[in-house]
């Protein structure tokens, strides 16, 4: 059975997956990128994976680190998310505090500091498997912003 990619996208974008940006610093520059590619790998050791697009600025920025975090969004940061995505939106001027040895969005619900351990072929995307070093978490959590259908979505009460 041959698979079409648009195909393909549609029907795993039924998986509802929270939103992030992750983040890593090259050349002096904090560079980001929206991403629901994010997955908990291991609890011990504990290991999380993200698969990054290997023509984007993300890839090289994590290669060349080699540690990047993680910022896990609220559901009224969708405005962030679309910012870290390229989409067009309201100016968005983000900042960063330390985090382990990466630097995270000052302004998430949660966020996890990683080191590469690998970096895996994945098609036409990379595979960052990477260990744990930090983890924050914001003292009021919310709610989280979800992606299910190719849209932004909020948790129901």
């Known amino acids: 059975?041959?698979?079409d990619e648009r195909t393909f996208r549609t029907t795993i974008g039924l998986f509802a997956t929270g939103v992030t940006v992750v983040s890593a610093e090259a050349d002096t520059k904090i560079y980001g990128m929206t991403a629901n590619s994010v997955t908990s790998v291991s609890?011990?050791?504990p290991l999380l994976l993200v698969c990054v697009?290997?023509?984007a600025h993300m890839a090289r920025a994590i290669t060349e680190?080699?540690?990047f975090a993680v910022s896990i969004l609220r559901d009224d940061q969708e405005a962030v998310s679309r910012c870290f995505a390229g989409?067009?939106?309201p100016a968005?001027?983000?900042t960063f505090t330390a985090l382990g040895s990466a630097h995270r969005l000052d302004d998430c619900m949660a966020a996890i500091a990683c080191v590469t351990d690998q970096v895996l072929d994945g098609g036409d995307h990379i595979i960052?498997?990477?260990h744990v070093e930090a983890l924050w978490k914001a003292e009021e959590i919310?709610?989280?912003l979800l992606y299910f259908g190719g849209r932004y979505r909020q948790v129901a009460p």
């Open 53 to 55: 697009d290997r023509r």
């Open 1 to 3: 059975m041959e698979i």
């Open 142 to 144: 919310g709610s989280a």
């Open 92 to 94: 968005i001027q983000p």
């Open 65 to 67: 680190a080699g540690r």
């Open 128 to 130: 960052v498997l990477a």
């Open 43 to 45: 609890l011990n050791p």
């Open 87 to 89: 989409q067009a939106g």
